[in-house]
T-cell receptor, first 117, second 116 residues
Framework: AQKVTQAQTEISVVEKEDVTLDCVYE???????LFWYKQPPSGELVFLIR??????QNEISGRYSWNFQKSTSSFNFTITASQVVDSAVYFC??????????????FGKGTKLTVNP | EPEVTQTPSHQVTQMGQEVILRCVPI?????FYWYRQILGQKVEFLVS????????KSEIFDDQFSVERPDGSNFTLKIRSTKLEDSAMYFC??????????????FGPGTRLTVL
């Protein structure tokens, strides 16, 4: 069965600090997809990144970076030089993709990040 | 940039009443989803819809729920007889399903349903 664990319920940092959000997943499939979504206080879900199970290269997008390690089933998210606007709940999600099949997302419980000025 | 839209943003209803939540997916997307998020909890899958039929549904999606694509643009979620525990944020999502697996799902802003 699919499962996503985000062990950190809440994190509080001061602006300009770096912060890493952890995500550990479980799946029996060899083909799967991992996602991060951001939920700001306004409530919408904003897509951040998608990664497939065959691509273990780390990715950097501005102040955001992602570290995918299959050996530890982890897909961690780092924000460098955090800003107040980064305050949000961040969700990690897993999809076991299959041609022609439904690809429901299984979400973790989320990590609430508060960045204080 | 194309986006998923949902109406209304907030719906208040009495227990036992029927509600219809509306979504307009991104126009070239073929796969549609409903998820819900009870306040402060994680986002949970309800149902997926492709080619005018349900592809998959969760245990939450019981006989009180139904989905429909009444025309070429709208995708609706109906709850026949609402219960207090249906109070949640309901998110619609869509994905392109261009043939690639693991397509990204883009979410709407959500409808907050409050059942009194």
């Amino acid at each position: 069965a699919q499962k996503v664990t985000q062990a950190q319920t809440e994190i509080s940092v001061v602006e300009k600090e770096d912060v890493t959000l952890d995500c550990v997943y479980e799946t029996r499939d060899t083909t799967y997809y991992l996602f991060w979504y951001k939920q700001p206080p306004s409530g919408e879900l904003v897509f951040l990144i998608r990664r497939n199970s065959f691509d273990e290269q780390n990715e950097i997008s501005g102040r955001y970076s992602w570290n995918f390690q299959k050996s530890t089933s982890s897909f961690n998210f780092t924000i460098t030089a955090s800003q107040v606007v980064d305050s949000a709940v961040y969700f990690c999600a897993l999809s076991e993709g299959e041609w022609g099949g439904s690809e429901k997302l299984v979400f973790g419980k989320g990590t609430k990040l508060t960045v204080n000025p | 940039e194309p986006e998923v839209t949902q109406t209304p943003s907030h719906q208040v209803t009495q227990m036992g009443q029927e509600v219809i939540l509306r979504c307009v997916p991104i126009s070239n997307h073929l796969y549609f989803y409903w998820y819900r998020q009870i306040l402060g909890q994680k986002v949970e899958f309800l149902v997926s819809f492709y080619n005018n039929e349900i592809s998959e549904k969760s245990e939450i999606f019981d006989d009180q729920f139904s989905v429909e694509r009444p025309d070429g643009s709208n995708f609706t979620l109906k709850i026949r007889s609402t219960k207090l525990e249906d109070s949640a944020m309901y998110f619609c999502a869509s994905s392109e399903k261009s043939g690639l697996v693991g397509d990204t799902q883009y979410f709407g802003p959500g409808t907050r349903l409050t059942v009194l």
